[in-house]
């Protein structure tokens, strides 16, 4: 590795972490990186470690063991953006493949090349760049109107994506189900970019009548038409110099995409009535729950508005997907309702959070806003339960995708049942032993036999 290409690197790597390395593979890997990294810090901490101990701007190596897919994702809640590198004695296509779809740089036999090193270090380095890049750019936390509420990891991979992107003046296009919080996320895409001190200015193409649309939109002169005793400016003036946000886009009529589409193009509006068009300089971001790409092979959609909107696109999944924020999403509604009543927000029951897990959330955030609006208000002077959400008779959640793991199979001996049921339960636990040995009903110091009897490959009875 060259001087300046290392000197580069090291500027954006804060160190090289070791995490659960048995004692002869750990001092190769020193070496190893000593050579090709001399002036980087170097840790070895042992599986267990909190991940406060561990920088976010750091590479990453894990030792693949039994508990390692649930360091691996304790690693990824608190860092999403974090640089992980599994390295191993024994190649398992399954835990290859389980580990990278978490976001895993890559997971590889030892010894590791030097070029893969280098590799590693370079992507590294890249990553964790960006990831400050984006994380300049987010809202503060204080700046409650514009922050995208998730404590899920891949909505927290696409926030930052989305700080990346927002600087520029391109056309975004939000898509998702009704209720997932596009608007919101079409607030959050405006405080990262260079336009957050203009105006944001939304407008519902659904919600307005067709014949009013188009003056909203674009404006009009004094006698446009019978009832315009005065001139008015549009929303595309409105947002001069700021961002517009056009909702539900696909329910815009057809003959106002035409000229929608030649505003897009000249960065000018023709007011109603008026005899010159006036210019602007907008960001629009425009959203829709539909299938565009449908829309437009019926003809309900201008296929060149599409492609003229569609420089950015980011698709927003619903709650069922990130079921990880369904209880930070209540607990932040409790307190929006807690402020405006002036009274202290319930708890949450065991029982209601089991509830609020198990539905499916059809109308996503929205839907839980409402429900937590009205658990509140009947949950007076007490904890919330499944009775206050009304939830009883909707259907559980099922899984979209049922993998073969989790089904009793014929032929498969109880030891590798026993050792999937651990593995499941540390994930679940996210590597907590003491918890997981708890939920299995067996003495850690049982738990931590067969974890070292699968890693020796050892039979070890119940």
């Excluded at 398992?92 to 590889?108: C, F």
């Excluded at 405006?190 to 105006?199: E, G, L, Q």
Aim: hydrophobic share 40%.
């Amino acid at each position: 590795m060259n001087a300046s290409y290392e000197s580069a690197v090291q500027s954006k790597l804060s160190g090289v972490c070791m995490i659960g390395f048995p004692g002869q593979e750990e001092a190769e890997l020193r070496v190893q990186l000593g050579q090709v990294l001399p002036d980087t810090h170097i840790e070895s901490l042992p599986e267990d470690s909190a991940q406060t101990e561990i920088s976010s701007e750091a590479l990453i190596f894990i030792w693949d063991t039994v508990t390692s897919p649930a360091v691996v994702r304790r690693l990824f809640s608190a860092y999403p953006q974090a640089n992980i590198v599994v390295l191993t004695n024994l190649g398992q296509g399954e835990r290859a493949a389980d580990l990278m779809d978490m976001g895993a740089i890559d997971y590889r036999l030892m010894p590791v090349p030097d070029d893969v090193m280098e590799i590693y270090i370079r992507k590294s380095g890249h990553q964790s760049a960006l990831a400050k890049q984006a994380s300049d750019r987010k809202p503060k936390i204080k700046d409650q109107q514009n922050i995208f509420i998730t404590e899920d990891v891949e909505t927290r991979r696409l926030l930052d994506r989305v700080a990346l992107v927002a600087p520029s003046n391109a056309s975004v296009l939000v898509v998702g189900e009704s209720g997932t919080g596009k608007e919101r996320l079409s607030r959050y895409v405006h405080a990262c970019s260079n336009r957050k001190h203009d105006n944001f200015i939304a407008i519902n193409c659904a919600a307005i009548p067709e014949g009013v649309l188009e003056s909203e939109l674009f404006g009009h002169e004094k006698g446009a038409f019978t009832g315009a005793t005065s001139a008015r400016p549009g929303k595309f003036e409105l947002a001069h110099e700021g961002t517009l946000l056009l909702d539900e886009i696909t329910e815009m009529p057809v003959h106002l995409q035409a000229k929608l589409l030649r505003v897009l193009q000249e960065g000018e509006v023709d007011r109603l009535g008026g005899h010159k068009p006036v210019k602007i300089d907008v960001r629009v971001i425009a959203t829709s729950n539909r299938d565009i790409a449908k829309a437009v092979q019926e003809g309900a959609f201008r296929q060149d508005l599409y492609y003229r909107l569609n420089v950015v696109t980011i698709t927003l999944p619903p709650l069922r997907s990130r079921s990880d924020d369904i209880l930070p999403l209540a607990h932040h509604f409790l307190q929006r309702f807690s402020d405006m009543y002036r009274r202290a927000a319930p708890s949450l029951s065991p029982q209601a959070v089991e509830s609020m897990q198990r539905y499916p959330w059809p109308g996503n955030a929205r839907e839980l806003e409402n429900c937590m609006h009205r658990a509140f208000l009947m949950a007076v002077d007490d904890a919330i339960r499944p009775d206050h959400l009304c939830l009883d008779s909707a259907p559980p959640l099922q899984a979209e995708d049922t993998s073969e793991q989790d089904t009793v199979q014929a032929g498969v001996s109880i030891r590798d049942m026993e050792r999937a049921l651990i593995e499941k339960t540390l994930v679940h636990v996210q590597g907590n032993r003491t918890e997981a040995a708890q939920l299995l009903g067996i003495s850690i110091r049982t738990l931590r036999n067969k974890l070292h009897g699968y890693e020796s490959g050892m039979t070890l009875a119940v």
